[in-house]
């Protein structure tokens, strides 16, 4: 059974009473990346350890900024199925979904950035993160999170699709897209300065 018909029967066999969150999948993997990581680190040649080092860092920025999230998302007392660290494949293509937030009414997929140091958008769209690392002033291009979920999107619009066999369901599934699927990024690093 497709995971979208898997969610389908729950949501739907969901208990009545639903008043608040329910977190369905509430882990992540990461964690268990960075056991991988600090492992590797400790057999690592030494011109390799500060990457390293420098990947255990962003990972455990990753899993704060996440449990931030399902913090907040916890404490909103809103009647809402969460996913969490969401895995979908089609065809060759891959997402991993941060949260998808399932109401009644919307569907969010939720992308968490955790960033530090300050986040600056160009003209053409671009992000730039400036941040400080060993007293050095470090100005790197990161890939958008704003373009990331909207593949995030694609993605679930062609398997929900490819599900949908006849011309009414297709069309109507097409038409109401775009008002019943949401993207969200949040930054989840009160620090970070959004410069624009």
Not at 144 to 171: C, D, G, V, Y
């Amino acid at each position: 059974m497709a995971f979208f018909e898997i969610a389908k029967e729950f949501i739907m066999n969901k208990p009545p009473n639903l008043k608040g969150p329910h977190f369905y999948k509430a882990d992540s993997d990461l964690r268990a990346q960075l056991e991988q990581l600090k492992e590797f680190y400790k057999t690592a040649p030494d011109h390799i350890k500060p990457q390293v080092e420098q990947d255990i860092k962003m990972l455990h920025y990753g899993i704060a900024g996440e449990e931030k999230v399902a913090f907040e998302l916890n404490n909103s007392y809103m009647p809402m199925i969460v996913l969490h660290d969401l895995h979908l494949e089609y065809g060759d293509l891959s997402a991993q979904i941060d949260f998808l937030v399932i109401t009644n009414k919307v569907n969010i997929v939720l992308e968490c950035k955790n960033l530090f140091g300050h986040l600056e958008v160009n003209d053409r769209g671009d992000f730039i993160r400036t941040f400080e690392y060993k007293g050095k002033l470090i100005k790197e291009g990161i890939y958008s999170p704003i373009t990331q979920n909207a593949r995030h999107l694609e993605m679930i619009k062609k398997i929900r699709l490819k599900t949908k066999n006849n011309f009414i369901t297709r069309s109507g599934f097409l038409k109401y897209f775009d008002d019943i699927y949401k993207s969200v990024v949040v930054l989840a690093n009160p620090k970070t300065c959004f410069l624009q």
